[in-house]
Structure formats: C-alpha cells, structure tokens
C-alpha cells in the first residue's frame, strides 16, 4: 500500500522511496507481536477479474465499509500490525473522492521483498499487478494516490499484503 500527493514540499525521490515500501505493506512489528489469524474477521471475497476487484474497491471505498474493503483482502499470514496498517490507510482515504482506479502490471523483475528487524517479509500471494487509485485534487494537494498490490487465487483476484517469509 502507499498513499502520495505532489505538494510544495514533497520531495519526488523521498515519496517513490516510500512508494515501494508501503506498496508492499512495510511496518514495524513490536517483538512479541502475534500472527493475525487469517479466518478471523470479515471472509475473503475478492473478485472474478481485475476490473470488478477495482469496482468492489470503489464501491467499498465510496460507503466508507471498512468490512467491505476488508473482504477483498487476502490475510495470509499478515501479522496483526500490517493488518491494522492497510486499515489505517484505507480509512484514511474515506472522504476522498477517487476519480481513477484501475489494476496496473507490476513491473517484470520487481522486486516486492524485505527485511525489517531480521524478518524477511513478502507479498500474502505472487503478485500479479497494482491498484492505483487516485483522486481529487483538494486544497494544495495535486495527483494523491494510493497503491495497492493485488494477486491471484483459485480464480480469484485480491489485494495483498505482507506476511513473514517462512
């Protein structure tokens, strides 16, 4: 996930930086944070085709349901600070309204793993493209987007997360 803006003082380098960390849910998770379990809270729905998983976001985004945004994620093995980390975000989005959203490939060979406090992390499922949503311009804010990653299964398209490498 990532969330930019063009504003006077962003810096383009720092914000593309921060682009490919939070693209693939980077955040610090405190020694002793447990696992969240995958089946707890809302199920996973996801979408037939990527045109449709960009909808149901929409669509999710413009009532402000967090468990309708929540049901088109997939867990995995997400620990519980990445998943209130994609729900921060996501929130922190509702009010805005979004004038593009669209999957995108991801770029052949980019790499979308790390490391953090001796924890190598990688996508919840191989990632097949990105959801770019954008939206209006407001105030000094130009060009706001947020990114998600989305992945394919059983038929299936979801947005990621990370989740620790085994």
Known sequence: MHSSSDSPVASRA????????????LAARPAGARMADPQRGAAQAGAPTTTELAARFRRAHDAQSLDDLRR????GRA????????????SGDFGKAIT???????APG??????????????TLPPTGRLKVAFASAGLVRNETTAYL????????YLLLAEPSR
């Open 14 to 25: 720092l914000l593309r930086a921060l682009a490919i960390l939070a693209c693939i849910g």
């Open 110 to 123: 980019e790499v979308l793993e790390y490391s953090q406090n001796g924890i190598a992390y990688k996508p």
């Open 79 to 90: 620990t519980e600070d990445l998943r209130k980390s994609f729900e921060r975000i996501a």
């Open 72 to 75: 088109l994620v997939y867990w």
């Open 150 to 157: 989305v992945g394919r299964s059983n038929d299936t398209y």
């Open 100 to 106: 593009r959203a669209v999957v995108e490939a991801v």
